[in-house]
């Protein structure tokens, strides 16, 4: 595992992670620096949707990922093979999500002078993560065509937390009974104002949205 | 959703999970009752599957289902409508996992008098439903092929406390990076003795060894 840093993360200590997230955001407001957090089912494409999306940024912000992983350390290494940018992997022990605490432990990890964009890959799991503010400035979820178009009827607050919805595996929609319109429907129902991006991260397809979301997103985040 | 039961499953009381799981595993016994416990992601095709197998041995055994999911009531009613036997659903309002007394909850409201087999379909998670005995006989899981074979590195304990594991979906590994050999590789690093059984649900190839499998193990557990 040469070049990629481990972490350990401790269970918080904080009794209201509302109020804590809110203290990690204005913090990170000072910085400018922007923080996303990206949730997902297990095997939704997350990692790969970051590769592809950080290279075609990364000439014009300067971009940290931090990778939150029960166990294992591949995906932290595959981001830093794939985008030569700093990545750490986060180990939460067994637990199930990051709070804002957990997500701080993190950060405190990480060269955060001149960043613009910290990303952080959250467990793969559509209950606990939504249940936990990071302090990110946004929540963006993945959504594989593989699990169906009525996962927002079935992991309500999930969806509901969320501000963008990326549609990942859209190559393989032939194959399955996917239905992108009500797929939109069932996500507007969970969260009127989501905005819908399908793509296939393994080809690019419609990465360039992504990318050009984030960046307004940074942008806005530091001049506003 | 008519003739289909939902019941609002309350946070237990119990301090001690692994003893009162022990204890429901003694009155299924008592009673001749086998439940299994069957654990995915979000999308991996638990219920297709528990359809196609409930219909190759409804004849032969008295099977219950009970759905669990934190909010909506589509599972049970289409295990009902497609196989005809007893469904109900459990909401969990929010909580990401069962345990031994949320799934006696659950077996409250099922008549259980004759019925050979329960299956209880978990909450889409492969986190947090891992930690909680729920007084099942067994455990199986599903992984489907496009969430890739990379998943028990990620997932260590969902893959150590499952007997069995379904793979999912094999009728669209053409269009995955999915390595069989390394997914039976990994499982096995978590659970040497565990079952892999590869299936299509959509299209029923390999549900058959599902159903041999469960039938032998009801047996198995009223005669020994």
């Known amino acids: 595992m040469d070049g990629v840093r481990v972490i350990e993360i401790k269970k918080s200590i904080f009794a209201d992670n509302n109020e804590d997230a809110d203290a990690l955001r204005s913090e990170l407001k000072r910085r400018g620096t922007y923080l996303l957090n990206l949730m997902s089912s297990p095997g939704s494409g997350k990692t790969t949707t970051l590769i592809k999306t950080i290279n075609l940024i990364k000439d014009k912000i300067r971009i940290s990922v931090m990778e939150a992983d029960i166990d294992s350390d591949v995906d932290a290494l595959k981001i830093k ?3 030569g940018i700093d990545s750490i992997q986060l ?3 067994g637990m199930c999500h990051l709070d804002a605490e957990m997500t701080r432990q993190g950060l405190d990890n990480l060269p955060l002078e001149g960043v613009d964009l910290v990303i952080l890959e959250n467990v793969g799991n ?3 993560p939504a249940e936990f503010d990071t302090g990110a400035v946004r929540n963006a979820m993945i959504l594989s065509v593989p ?3 009525d996962k927002p009827l079935k992991y309500p ?3 509901s937390v969320c501000d963008l919805v990326i549609v990942n595996k859209i190559d393989v929609m032939p194959y399955f009974d996917f239905d992108m319109a009500k797929c939109e429907e069932y996500v507007h129902m969970r969260n009127p104002k989501a905005r819908i991006i399908p793509i296939c ?3 690019g397809e419609g990465v360039e949205k992504v990318a050009g ?3 307004e997103e940074v942008n806005n985040w530091k001049n506003k």
Request: net charge negative; aromatic share 10%; glycine share 10%.
């Open 81 to 83: 093979e794939a985008t």
């Open 213 to 215: 979301w984030l960046l």
């Open 91 to 93: 180990h939460t022990g």
């Open 157 to 159: 607050l999930m969806f």
């Open 126 to 128: 559509l209950v606990c």
């Open 147 to 149: 699990e169906g178009h």
């Open 201 to 203: 991260a393994k080809t």
